[in-house]
Structure formats: structure tokens, C-alpha cells
């Protein structure tokens, strides 16, 4: 009998074993699918990163050279100081524009109409009589000589000179003519032009003329904003996390708290600027503008971020080290500070440079409360007028000339910069503090 049923037992285990390896086949493609997808996903994320960086860093290199000419002033003494005085104030009152186009118009001593004098003057910047008079007071033994200085040309030359606007483009189609395109080119002929790093765009403010603009004030409005956001933020945040957590009694009322916290999160940021605009400036009168006020509305936008960071960390200190101290007799306070919060740190940390990270990438909470205006003069301190890089970005995205939008790219880049810095100070300050039990 049993020998009866051992063919059948012999198919049945033949075909159940079939039936696994069609199983095991169909799951196994089944999985070779998902991990070729997830590894295309990768790919395809990289791959518009990668483009996505190259048309910032494309945009932004030519920001980074500037063209200058090599010029022969002649300082009359006459005209700039009659009584020899040598007092950089009386220095100043001279009229270096007018030594400018002297210099410009002793190179073509065959230009003589009127318009066409206008446009060679054109070729140089306005900030070239700025740097004239800046380096006759640094010096007024230079007045009653001649001498040469290097100066910037126009934005409109500088483009020319990097390839952005091009002779073959009709003259009424570009900004700069053909006689000024001949000019230039016989000036460089003459070995008097020159290009080389841009410094002008990391240590001047803003300008209307772009040449001539930087961003060092906003870097200096951001770095005070930033430094007030910190200030509040941080502990502010870290309190309420230790609070809600560890000392908190667990009822309706901290549940709604909590809940609220978390829905603050996902509040869209120009919320927060109108609430700034609202209570900062309306009702307390603060000053438009000011580094002040900017830090006090973006730490209203970070401390979600950092309390929910920080309650995170609490929690994934293990129980039994509250366990331990407070069987040896520490308080619950004592625990806590002495113990749970040390363990949390390097979370809390990371929670608020995150956080701050995200806050120096704002630009419309700032919009609200005035940071948009054209700012030259660098902040000195926390309530000076002043703006910040991803305003700076903003304003001059929207401005005609193309030099402007290069310069906002370049200023991308920097903030890019900058965020990397605190994201990578962030895995930093995780490693150093980070403790194993």
C-alpha cells in the first residue's frame, strides 16, 4: 500500500517544490525591482543636484572677477588744495569725477564731441572717483603729482570683457556701442585693462551700480540676526523641552500644548513675520529693519523646530539613567541637570543649528518687517538698519542688469557655504559630545 502511494507522495513534493521556486523567483525579481528603483531614484536626485549646483556655480564664477583699468590721474594741487593745507577734509571737497575723464579723455585726444566724450567717460565706474579721493585723503602728499591708479570699469564693460554681451549682438540690442566696443578693445590693446578677483563684492555693501556692489553688509546683518536668534532660541527651547518632558504632569492641557507645538512646525514662515510686523513694530515700537527685530521673529520660528529636537533627545536618554540617580538621592532636578541633560546635548545642539540653518535661508518673515530696503552702510551693531543674505539674493534677482544676476548667484553660493558649515558643525558638535552607555 505504501509503495502504492510513493509516486503520488513524489509528484506532489515535486510539484510543491516548483510551486517554491516560481515563489522564490517572482519575489526575488520582485526585490531586484524595488532595489533598482530606489538605486535610479538615488540617481536621478543626484543627478539634478549636480545640475542644479552647476548652474548656481556657472552663474556665480564670473561674479567672482572683476575688470579695472590702470589710469594716469593728475592731482592739481590748485584745484584740490590752493592753500596747501593738507587737511583730507578740504581734500575731499575736490571734484575727482572731473581727474576721471581728464585721465579717459588724454588716452583719445581725438575724441572731441561732446556725446562721444560722454560715453568714453561711461566706460569707467562711478566708484572710480570714490576710490580716487579715498586714496588722495589716505595720502595728501599725492596732491600736485600724477599718478596711476586702478580703477573699475562699468558694469556694461566688465561684461563685455567676460563674454556676456558680444559684438555680434546688434548695437541697439546691448548696452554698451560699438565705438565704446573699439575703445575697450584698444585700451586692452594698450595693456591697460585688466581682470582679477573680485574682493570689491566681499568687502563693500550695496550699491546700485554693480560693480561696485558686495555683501558684506548682509553677511554682517546676518550674522547678528543669527547671533540674536541663537540667544533666544536655544535656551528658551531647551527649558520648555526639559519642562514638557521631564517635569510636566501628563493632562489635557499638556497634550494640547504639544499638539500645538507641533502644528507651529508646519506654520508657513510669512506668519511668523506678520506676527513680528504686528506686535514687534506696531505695538512695540522696535525699529524697522534692525538685526533685532529679525532674530526675535526667527527665533519665533525656530523654537518648535528646537523644542521638538531637544524633547527627542530627552527621550532617547534610557530610564535607567534617571533610574541610578535618583536611587543614590539626587532630586529629580539634580537628575535632570546633572545627568539627562548632558546625555541630550549633542540632540539639542543639532536641533538648534538646524534650526538655525533653516532661519538663515529665511527671506519672507524678514520681507514683513522691512529688511527688503536698500541697505549700504554695514550694521554696527543690533538695532542699525540692515539686511541679510537671502534678501540681498531677492533684491537683486529682480534687478535689470545681468551683473546683478550674477551677483545673486554668487551670493547663493555663499549662503549654500554657510549652510554646509552649520550642517557639517552640527555632525561636529554630535561627535564631540556624544556619550555611549
Known amino acids: 500500500m505504501n509503495d502504492q502511494n510513493a509516486p503520488t507522495r513524489s509528484i506532489d513534493n515535486s510539484t510543491a517544490m516548483a510551486a517554491v521556486q516560481r515563489s522564490l523567483g517572482k519575489r526575488n525579481r520582485a526585490e531586484r525591482r524595488f532595489r533598482f528603483f530606489g538605486i535610479a531614484s538615488i540617481g536621478i536626485a ?33 584745484e584740490i588744495d590752493p592753500q596747501g593745507s593738507g587737511d583730507p577734509a578740504v581734500i575731499g571737497d575736490a571734484n575727482f569725477p572731473k581727474y576721471i575723464k581728464r585721465a579717459m579723455y588724454s588716452l583719445f585726444p581725438e575724441v572731441t564731441k561732446r556725446r562721444d566724450k560722454k560715453q568714453l567717460a561711461g566706460l569707467i565706474s562711478p566708484g572710480a572717483a570714490f576710490k580716487l579721493r579715498e586714496h588722495a585723503m589716505s595720502d595728501p602728499s599725492l596732491v600736485g603729482t600724477t599718478i596711476v591708479l586702478r580703477v573699475p570699469m562699468s558694469d556694461d564693460v566688465d561684461q563685455f570683457k567676460k563674454g556676456q554681451i558680444t559684438a ?18 584698444t585700451l586692452t590693446d594698450m595693456g591697460l585693462v585688466h581682470q582679477g578677483f573680485n574682493k570689491t563684492f566681499f568687502t563693500a555693501g550695496d550699491s546700485r551700480e554693480p560693480e561696485l556692489a558686495g555683501i558684506w553688509g548682509a553677511i554682517m546683518g546676518s550674522i547678528f540676526t543669527m547671533i540674536i536668534t541663537l540667544a533666544l532660541s536655544f535656551p528658551i527651547g531647551v527649558a520648555s523641552a526639559v519642562y514638557l518632558e521631564e517635569f510636566a504632569p501628563k493632562n489635557r492641557l499638556s497634550d494640547i500644548i504639544e499638539v500645538n507645538i ?7 514662515s510669512i506668519v511668523f513675520g506678520l506676527l513680528g510686523l504686528a506686535v514687534f513694530l506696531n505695538f512695540a515700537g522696535l525699529p524697522r529693519s534692525a538685526p533685532l527685530v529679525g532674530g526675535m521673529v526667527l527665533a519665533l520660528m525656530t523654537l518648535p523646530t528646537v523644542i521638538i529636537a531637544s524633547r527627542a533627545a530627552l527621550k532617547s536618554v534610557p530610564p535607567s539613567i534617571r533610574e541610578a540617580a535618583l536611587g543614590l538621592g539626587a532630586s529629580k532636578a539634580q537628575a535632570v541637570a546633572h545627568h539627562v541633560v548632558p546625555l541630550a546635548l549633542p540632540g539639542m545642539l543639532t536641533g538648534a543649528i538646524i534650526g538655525m540653518a533653516r532661519a538663515l535661508g529665511e527671506t519672507a518673515p524678514l520681507l514683513m518687517i522691512g529688511m527688503v530696503a536698500f541697505i549700504v552702510d554695514f550694521p554696527g551693531n543690533f538695532t542699525d538698519p540692515a539686511t541679510v543674505l537671502p534678501v540681498q539674493i531677492y533684491l537683486w534677482a529682480d534687478a535689470p542688469e545681468r551683473a546683478f544676476i550674477e551677483r545673486s548667484s554668487a551670493t547663493t553660493l555663499v549662503l549654500l557655504c554657510f549652510l554646509i558649515m552649520m550642517n557639517g558643525l552640527a555632525v561636529i558638535l554630535r561627535k564631540r559630545f556624544e556619550r555611549r552607555w
Open 168 to 185: 555680434d549682438i546688434p548695437e541697439s540690442d546691448r548696452r554698451i556701442s560699438d565705438k565704446q566696443i573699439a575703445w575697450v578693445q
Open 46 to 78: 543626484l543627478a539634478l543636484l549636480m545640475v542644479l549646483f552647476w548652474t548656481i556655480i556657472s552663474s556665480a564664477l564670473p561674479a567672482f572677477t572683476e575688470t579695472s583699468i590702470d589710469l594716469e590721474i593728475t592731482l592739481p594741487a590748485d
Open 262 to 268: 507641533n502644528n507651529l512646525a508646519a506654520v508657513p
